[in-house]
């Protein structure tokens, strides 16, 4: 990477592909620590904050890889990755010598090592680099990130991930950080099974629900969903912290890798039917909490 | 209940039946608090510790019934509890005038209802009050305590909840303590799925567990579980903190009440069947998160 990467004293300039709820708020941190970010999104609107910023917008993708020594990607499905990152009007085809290439998408780790090996034959290097936080994560800049690639990489980019978040971990080679995310989307969605169902218990025994969080949420079936999602649940507030589509995304993709392992998952493959359900009832574009809908029979 | 309850200025007698691991912790906290502690348990020598504290031993335990003015009972499964409650041998028919009875036992909701239906027809009180904490909690008297029964009777025992635990809370009438336990155990059998596929598709995918748990135990992935017994998993240790075979009971409990209540908790049901399937391959006395061992295959 050319120069170096200290915040507000770089040269190093930074493309930022997608820029949504999320990606806005990460691309405005680089850009407030100094660097000259270049910017791409499908709705341009949803840049606008960041051209304010002093971001510069491009029509297109390849153009951002083609000002870029960095780019960074955070997209939506891993069909839009692989859209964004191949072919000839792809980053891969249009970037800079030696330039750095960042997924932060929740994708697949497939995919993570194809764009790895495919960046590697043109002399260019990518990392996959998806988080966990959520929009509160990103806006405060505490994500914790998820690397996978090779260590040189690692350290080159770091000092850009440690302006996003607060919990930077190389976790091994190309496809390691999507790896990594999955475990923590299967760890979430079987928790998700347990906290509905002891709440739909709970209603169906006659019990104040809030009250039953009293005496379970420290100890032993104590969880971040517990304290977080269930007083959610118990109001029938099923506004998005993340979307019911995304989740369903993620436990996709977490499903055929472990096939591709040979491994059964099923607590992830209930979640899976549970949340298609869900989804059935309309439940696309609610918040994972509403599982208790289902669950409940509400 | 006679006179007053305040620790070691009281004339209230204590009768303590099951001085297991748990049980021997409590009792002598209450013995530790002034109070005349008489004790039953099935080994005596489980409670010669207790007897050396200047406890009082009873060959039955319907002798413990005849001198005490509450009577705490925390025994092993459902059917201990009723065999010691009901017929001319048990407590409630060898009761003192208007004593008190609380079952810590994890127990059956419909089976706590019925003592305390017997309990009020002889002029007596029955409240169930499950714990949660573990021997941990036991010895250090942090236990939450979660109770069912009528207020009155609560209000009454409360003082000597409060020197075993520090989260006592009243959860209702009869048997809504053993449901609140219900919820805990709920949520954790679930979580505990969770946690166990994840680290086995870590380990599938040739990641380092340990390093994935720096990346995902303090986000939305977070749990009691996660902290505490995937380092065991990984680890491979599977010594009892929680026994499975208890658990198995546990998970049955509420498999039935739920039924009861025509209630479905597929994700219970899926706990239940690989945790079968680990008593099937020898678990019983393993530790719940010995469940890693059936995810991972190992």
Redesign the interface.
């Known amino acids: 990477m050319a120069g170096n990467t200290q915040a507000g004293a770089s040269s190093t300039v930074i493309g930022f592909i997608g820029t949504g709820i999320m990606g806005a708020s990460m691309a405005g941190h680089l850009r407030k620590n100094g660097y000259e970010v270049h910017v791409y999104n499908r709705t341009k609107a949803r840049a606008e904050g960041l051209l304010q910023q002093g971001a510069v917008w491009h029509d297109q993708p390849k153009d951002v890889a083609k000002h870029a020594d960095v780019v960074i990607t955070m997209l939506g499905y891993p069909s839009d990755v692989e859209q964004i990152y191949f072919g000839a009007d792809g980053l891969l085809n249009n970037a800079r010598d030696g330039a750095y290439f960042l997924d932060m998408t929740t994708s697949s ?1 497939a995919l993570a090592k194809r764009i790895s090996q495919e960046a590697a034959s043109k002399g260019l290097h990518a990392l996959d680099a998806p988080v ?3 929009d509160v ?1 990103a806006r405060e800049a505490k994500l ?1 990130i ?1 690397v996978g690639g090779d260590t040189q990489a690692f350290e080159a980019v770091k000092p850009l991930l440690d302006i996003m978040g607060t ?1 930077v ?1 190389h ?2 080679s190309a ?2 950080g999507q ?2 995310k ?10 998700m ?3 509905s ?6 209603k ?5 629900q809030t ?2 969080l ?3 949420s ?9 304290s ?1 999602l269930a007083p959610r649940m118990i109001a029938g507030d099923f506004a998005p912290g ?1 979307y019911v589509k995304h989740f369903v995304k993620d436990i996709r993709i ?1 499903l055929d ?2 096939a591709e ?3 059964e ?4 493959k ?1 979640a899976q039917s ?1 949340y298609e359900q869900l989804i059935e009832h309309g439940g696309d574009n609610d918040g994972t909490q509403a599982l208790y809908r289902i ?1 409940a029979g509400e």
């Not at 999955?182 to 928790?191: E, F, K």
């Not at 169902?197 to 709970?202: G, K, R, T, V």
């Open positions: 780790p966990s936080g959520g994560g914790s998820m919990n971990v976790q091994g496809g390691a790896y990594t999955m475990c923590n989307q299967i760890t979430i969605a079987s928790n099974i347990g906290v169902e002891a709440l739909a218990y709970a169906a025994a006659g019990l104040d009250q039953v009293k005496s379970i420290s100890g032993a079936a104590g969880s971040w969903s517990l977080n993340f977490a890798s472990a392992m040979g491994l998952l099923p607590g992830l209930l549970l669950i």
